[in-house]
């Protein structure tokens, strides 16, 4: 698994939706996001089938394209600077949810891993451990983009500091920890010559 690939399952909300929001109306750059969304689904279903990450982000997205269009200008626009911090938070709720049912980074390492790990305890494991990690670096980041509209509305450097430099922190630090947990699970053992699987590896 290339922890490469979860970073661009994170783009149509955590970049694009959350780059436009700051200039464009709230319909406008939900529609980008859902665009890009889309975009990557019709590309995974061909490339190791459709990632459910992928298909949150275009749900929330789906909705915030309604509200920022349905709703009345003013409702809108007071809603525009919370729109980032709740997107995150919804999906990273998402993660954490179903990090132990249906861990998300599962999908991603599956095209390296072989079919017969897949339902195997560790491979489990690490999938599980690896999910949490991202939905609690989402949550931060949701939480982050909230304190920006409260606490940051005063001081331009701490707007930018929780608008975007915990943000990267976040994902740079769930990115870091995917990838020690790749390197460590591609040092166990394949199967030996008993015939016996041996632990599987998430790479």
Known sequence: MNPLSIIIGFIPQLIVFAILANWLPLGWAAVAGLAVALALIAVTAFHGGVKVLLVVQAVILAVFAVVGFTAGHHDATAFEPYARGVASLALGAFIVATSF????TAQFARRSVPEQYWHSPQFLAINRRLSLTWGLAV???GASHFAAVYV????PAVRILLDWGIPVFAAYQAYSVTKRTIARSARQPRPDD???PAAPSAR
């Open 101 to 104: 049912s249906f861990p998300f």
């Open 139 to 141: 949550l931060a980041i």
């Open 152 to 155: 940051g509305s005063g001081s």
């Open 194 to 196: 008993s015939g016996q």
